[in-house]
Each structure stands twice: as C-alpha cells, then as structure tokens.
C-alpha cells in the first residue's frame, strides 16, 4: 500500500523526521524561499497532509489540485493564508501553532518600543558609521516609557503578554477586545505606543487608515508585530511623513515582502522582516506541533490545534 505523503512546503527548525514516523513518506521543500505557485500545486496534488507557511495561500485552488488532502497544518498562529471555510466545505482539518511563541512574539514586540523610544537605530547607525566623537548632553535624546500610555488593540495571547510587560516599564495598560476593554477611538486617542496584536480579518483589514491614524495622539509610536494589511501603509506613511506620529515598528508589511518606499529612509520607523516568532524554541515548537497534527489527522484522530470543525 501506499504511504501517505506529507508535503512540508518549507525547511523547518527541526528534521520532519523527528516527529514523523516511518509511515509516512515526505515530500520537504527544503529552503527558506516560498515555492513558485506552480510548483506549491504540482506538489499538493499527491499529499494527505500539508505542513505550509503564512506566505502559502491556500485557497480554492490548491485544495482542488489536492483531492487527497486531509489537513493542513499551518505553520503560524495567524491562518489569515487560508480559506477556512473551503477546506471544511472539502473535509479538510485546519490547524495552527498557538501558544507556543506568544513570549517570543511579546518580546519582539518590546525590541520595536524600546529601539523606537530610544533610537537604537540611529545610534547604531552613528556609532558604525564613524560619527561618533563622545558623548554629549544633548545627544539622541529619546522619549521615557515610565508614566505614559500602552495601547493593545487585541488582547488575546500575545496582547496579554506585551501587557505583563508593561508592568515592568511602569507603562499605564489600556486595550480594546472585540469582548471589552476600552472603545477603539479611545484606544486610538489615548495611547502613547499603541501595539496591534489582532489577526487578520475582513474587519480588521485597514483598521488603521487615515482617519485612524489621525485621531491617533500627536507623537505616538505605532507597533504592528501583527499583520501588515492591518494597517494602511500609504496612509502610515503620509502620517509619518506630516510628523503627526512618532514613529513606526513594523515586523510585518502590507505587501510583504515588500516594503513601502516611503518607509525605508525614515529615521523614525524600525523595519524587521517578520521575526515575531524568530527564535530556536519558538520555531522547534511550531515545526514540532504542525507535523504532531498532521500526523494525528492521518492515523484517523482529531487535531489538539484545529480552527475548523471537520465532519
Ligand atoms: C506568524 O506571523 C504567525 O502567525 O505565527
């Protein structure tokens, strides 16, 4: 009998074999770039199981060049790559990687405030480029986190834990939940750094456009650890660009991976490319509990980590 193929669209932290047992044979597309479209469908076609990545989409078309697929297991918290409900519509199990890099995305997220409120970038910059001639009273001054206000917009996970650490810089917590917290617009107006820590959706796709951005308070800093389509980038950087903000930390974009023009020469942004969950533990963990998964569906049980309900 054939051997059921799990199709790893991406070089995980860890040997799919580690998790994956002899019963299985894998297909491992084994590089850190994503997959011409092409080839994603071509190597779809033959697998049950589907280990992708937040730059996979999965959609209509891939499950129908798919008939033997019976889960896909993403490699990420966020799904917004996937169409959910077409793949309950086929049978198909969606699951995801909670929990396992809520610090290390909280963490991340406190490097963009900190390298924002103290301009390590335009220190570095200084220093490795020779400017430096000794320190001076007046030098580079930044901005005190003590006293002002953390906006979360989402408190799930990941927003309750950047909260926890607020704790830490004596920051005042606000947040605004679809279940509580205080009102958007008041979230908008009155938080000093306003962290995004909601997933992707129809609602809240532009949930920071212009009108958002302007009602933010003069000076802010803005944090998105999230995803970029949450954020108008244009209209970010035209807020930048008018000094109504502050200043920006992305490690997620619009577009990604590209980059708006308008921001990469800014002083007052700090760009990362996606590194929310970069760390060695985080990523053996989501490698470990997306092929756990896969390998749960294929001997016949249901998934621990499922976004969808399966008949
Ligand atoms: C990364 O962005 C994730 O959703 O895990």
Redesign the pocket.
């Known amino acids: 009998m054939q051997k059921p193929r799990v199709f790893i669209a991406r070089r995980l932290a860890l040997d799919p074999r580690q998790v994956l047992g002899a019963g299985v044979e894998i297909d491992l597309h084994d590089s850190e770039s994503a997959l011409p479209r092409a080839e994603l469908l071509r190597r779809a076609h033959e697998s049950s199981g589907l280990v992708a990545t ?1 730059a996979d989409k999965v959609d209509g078309e891939l499950l129908d060049a798919a008939p033997r697929l019976r889960i896909v297991a ?6 917004d790559n996937v169409d959910v409900p077409a793949c309950t519509r086929r049978s198909v199990w969606v699951t ?2 909670p929990d396992v ?1 809520t610090d290390a ?1 909280a963490d991340l997220t406190w490097a963009l405030i900190l390298a924002l409120a103290r301009r390590l970038r335009e220190g570095e910059r200084l220093l490795r480029s020779g400017g430096f001639s000794g320190w001076a009273p007046t030098m580079l001054l930044g901005r005190e986190l003590r006293g002002r206000t953390l906006g979360i917009f989402g408190y799930g996970r990941i927003g309750q834990a950047v909260a926890r650490r607020a704790e830490g810089f004596g920051m005042r917590v606000l947040f605004n939940t679809r279940g509580g917290g205080v009102s958007f617009e008041e979230l908008l107006e009155e938080s000093d750094v306003l962290s995004i820590h909601v997933p992707l959706s129809t609602q809240t796709r532009h949930a920071f456009g212009p009108a958002e951005l302007l009602r933010m308070k003069r000076g802010a800093l803005l944090i998105n ?3 970029g389509p949450i954020v108008d980038e244009a209209a970010l950087v035209a807020a930048l660009a008018a000094r109504h903000l502050g200043g920006a930390g992305l490690d ?1 974009f619009e577009n990604e991976p590209a980059v708006h023009p308008g921001l990469a020469g800014r002083d007052d942004v700090v760009l990362l490319p ?1 590194l ?2 970069a760390t060695q533990e985080a990523r053996e963990a ?1 490698a470990r509990i997306a092929l756990s998964e896969v390998e749960r569906v294929l001997r016949g049980e249901r998934p621990l980590h499922a976004v969808n309900e399966v008949p």
Do not use: F
Not at 74 to 79: D, F, I, K, L, Q
């Open positions: 937040l993403n490699h990420a918290v966020g799904y995801n990687t890099l995305t650890t999230a995803r997620v996606h929310g969950s989501m």
